[in-house]
């Protein structure tokens, strides 16, 4: 892991491998492990990039609202201070599909190609807003145990906790020791993004779009959706998954990725 100091806050970024670089961006409240699957199969002649983003796993906490757009411009900047000139594969998994929105928006340069994971392109509607501000003001007053019981139940399909029952307890533990602030401050974000549904018809990069078979969160026919909206995205369902599918299918979801890879131009 490498520091990376931005202009107001320290980031924890991996960077392993050596090739064409692909940037993996974590869900929310995670970090950069939950693509420990990947980092290890990623096929030769790739870069992987996998930061904690701020608040998350070993980075630091800004308070207040951390916004979609700031997340995207720190991935500006952690590919700036690494010297990555060459265009960028993005893979983002749910909050990480809500920070491509935005990166595609400022940094659309930077660009390879998309991989959209278990996320969406709308805005939250204001029963999602005011869950999230329950789960806000719970976290605050009593700390993280509130966000884990609520969220890991929707995160994994229900097979998952007996098939990977190690790794879904590792990311319970995590959301346990996530800091109750940056918690806070990430949820404001996730509440005030835009609707980006209109933007998509112009996203001109290859494109994969990967959705869990069982994803509580984000549905198939939700996906489904975004695909079709992105000019000749490649739409896909993982068996056996719920939200977090790369971590619950990862052969699947691997084997989608080095296909996708490979039919990338140079």
């Not at 278990?118 to 003001?137: C, G, Y």
């Not at 990069?205 to 959705?211: D, G, K």
Request: hydrophobic share 45%.
């Amino acid at each position: 892991m490498k520091k990376i100091r931005l202009a107001d806050v320290e980031l924890e970024v991996l960077d392993q491998g050596a090739g064409r670089p692909i940037l993996f961006v974590h869900g929310f409240p995670l970090d950069h492990s939950m693509w420990n699957a990947q980092l290890a199969a990623l096929p030769s002649g790739w870069r992987a990039i996998a930061p904690d983003l701020r608040g998350c796993g070993r980075s630091q906490v800004t308070p207040g609202t951390v916004s979609m757009e700031q997340l995207a411009d720190d991935l500006a900047g952690v590919l700036d201070a690494l010297e990555v000139r060459e265009p960028i594969v993005y893979c983002g998994l749910s909050m990480g599909g809500y920070v491509a929105w935005q990166f595609i928006k400022k940094h659309a340069a930077r660009l390879r190609g998309l991989v959209l994971c278990d996320t969406r392109s709308a805005a939250d509607t204001p029963e999602a807003v005011q869950s999230r501000m329950k789960m806000l003001n719970h976290v605050l007053r009593a700390g993280t145990t509130y966000v884990a019981e609520a969220m890991m139940p929707r995160l994994f399909a229900p097979e998952s906790f007996q098939r990977i029952g190690g790794e879904t307890e590792r990311i319970r533990r995590l959301i346990l020791s996530s800091s109750p602030e940056a918690i806070a401050a990430t949820l404001r974000g996730i509440a005030a993004r835009p609707d980006s549904t209109p933007d998509l018809g112009s996203i001109a990069v290859p494109t994969l779009v990967v959705v869990g078979e069982h994803d509580a969160i984000t549905s198939a026919d939700e996906m489904r959706g975004v695909a079709a909206a992105i000019p000749g995205a490649q739409f896909e369902v993982i068996p056996d998954a719920g939200h977090m599918a790369p971590m619950e299918n990862p052969p699947v979801f691997n084997a989608l990725l080095a296909v996708f890879l490979a039919r990338l131009p140079n």
